[in-house]
């Protein structure tokens, strides 16, 4: 134990966060609902946490590659189809995908039920690319492949062209 460690005082308050079934930040893109759990307030932007729920036959996102933070997701219940370059994974629940900077990748749900992931970022950089995006939804802007791409640059994101 470090001399520090020794006579510091316990915080009077410690920042514990909890979040409860009901509570969290809902951001709504299209049939995917997700529920920000931690957004990188209560974790000195080191990570954030997010539960979405997938619905039937949801297309997700084109792949991409994020060159500052790691992605998690672990699957909840059904079977969410992850591609990474060329090859495809059905996730089903239990499973955990973790997906490292720089590698390309994309999810959907191509079944006829809900699937629902738990979703990690480290650091927290990317909630504020969902954010964004509904943020255009709301505003009644279409939400074009151009704006995706816009919101995505703004948070060390690109789309994994090479791969279209």
């Known amino acids: 134990m470090t001399e520090e460690a020794k006579t510091s005082e316990p915080q009077a308050d ?29 974790t000195g932007h080191r990570l954030a946490i997010a539960e979405s729920v997938l619905a039937p036959h ?10 500052q933070h790691d992605e998690g997701f672990y699957i909840l219940s059904g079977t969410i189809r992850f591609t990474v370059g060329d090859e495809d994974y059905d996730a089903t629940t239990g499973t955990l995908v973790m997906v490292p900077p720089g590698t390309p990748h994309t999810f959907a ?4 039920q809900p699937a629902v992931m738990l979703s990690t970022f480290t650091p927290d950089l990317y909630v504020q690319y969902f954010r964004d995006l509904q943020e255009v939804l709301v505003s009644g802007r279409p939400l074009t492949q151009q704006a995706s791409i816009d919101a995505m640059n703004r948070y060390a994101t690109e789309p994994a062209t090479d791969l279209a």
């Open 58 to 67: 949801t297309q997700g996102p084109p792949q991409h590659r994020h060159a």
């Open 14 to 42: 410690p920042a514990v966060s909890v979040v409860g079934p009901g509570d969290g930040e809902t951001i709504v893109l299209g049939t995917t609902r997700m529920r920000v759990l931690e957004d990188g307030s209560h």
């Open 109 to 112: 749900n191509p079944t006829d």
